[in-house]
């Protein structure tokens, strides 16, 4: 008899997750809300708004009952945007198996309250042992998935037998899973290389090189490491899948919503006129106001992050905030690197 999987979330991410289930031989229902999407999907096999010229398996059964999604399921995948993250996770409790191994694919922070979604999934499910709990990361564009380009990515809990849980259910001969114990540092790395990507498209859009984009990505990373470690992660996390390799993809693919929007809003575009015309989530909008609260709050030095907020939010002109990041104090390149080592350089 075939496993039965739910995946809530009919978006691009979340309906690549699905055919990859269902390739796997797997019964897979998935969330969707809209009536027309939900036919589409059923008698056409097709997502062709998030998904264009991709068929997908007959085993893919979408459906609005939430109840009738997660019921009685083993496995639950969560693929949505933050901002629906946490009302979704609350209104599938009473329908949610207690032993059920629930995993989110979700690259952003809750928007009221700045938490990782493994946080909400905490908070919101109290029963359930955050043993159960997994988060699934890394360079993974859905257009490429979809079409079954060989991808890997990173499937971390707390649990070794939850991760590798996830990694049997997930892998493929084209869609390679790896492990990890830090559910802080993916998480992180996920959310953040969203707001380095933002940036990465402004200086594309400005007219501004090559060395621009490796600047920014390079020292994106030490400010997303900066940040992860302060907050428990651990440090070798952020230079793999899940760190680095989630970077690399993000802010140099054409499949970039983040970089995206940031080439536009480079180009002259007003915020509003860029989420308007894309007409599909943006995470590291919100991932960068999260973001810019959590460094006030802790104090961490994180200026990419910041520049990027000002000219999101406070009307700061892209090239300025540019210009200001390239006149900033003189520092070593590795800080934490030259006050471990205590160098002793020749004056």
Known sequence: ????????????????????????????????????????????????????????????RASSDLQHVVHNKKYVILVMPSSAFRDTVRAMRPFLHPEALVAHAT????????????????????????????????PSHAEELSQRIPTTIVAASRSRATAEAFQDLLMTSYFRIYTNPDVVGTELGGAL???????????????????????????????????GVHLGAAQLTFGGLAGVGDLIVTCTSKHSRNWRAGYALG?????DEVLTEMGMVVEGVRATKGAYQI??????????TTAMYHVL???????????????????????????????????
Request: charge should be negative; charged fraction near 25%; glycine fraction near 10%.
């Open 107 to 138: 690259k952003g922070f809750d928007v009221e309250t700045g938490q990782r979604m493994s946080q909400v999934m905490e908070e919101e499910l109290p029963s359930h042992a955050s043993t159960k709990f997994a988060v699934v990361t890394g």
């Open 313 to 347: 939010f406070e009307g700061k002109e892209p090239r300025a905030a540019v210009e200001e990041l390239m006149g900033r104090r003189r520092i070593h390149e590795m800080e934490e690197v030259a006050e471990a080592l205590r160098m002793d350089w020749e004056m």
């Open 295 to 304: 460094a006030l709050k802790t104090g961490i030095d994180m200026p990419i």
């Open 193 to 227: 290389k969203n707001i380095i990507a933002l940036g990465v498209g402004f200086t594309d859009g400005l007219g501004y090189g090559d060395n621009a984009k490796a600047a920014l990505m390079t020292r994106g990373l030490s400010e997303i490491s900066r940040l």
């Open 267 to 271: 180009q002259g575009k007003t915020l």
């Open 1 to 60: 008899m075939a496993l039965e999987v739910a995946v809530i979330g009919a978006g691009s991410f979340g309906t690549a997750l699905a055919q990859v289930l269902a390739d796997k031989g797997c019964l897979v229902d998935l969330y969707a809300r809209r009536a027309e999407q939900i036919v589409e999907i059923n008698e056409n096999h097709t997502n062709a708004r998030y998904l264009p010229d991709v068929m997908l398996h007959a085993d893919i």
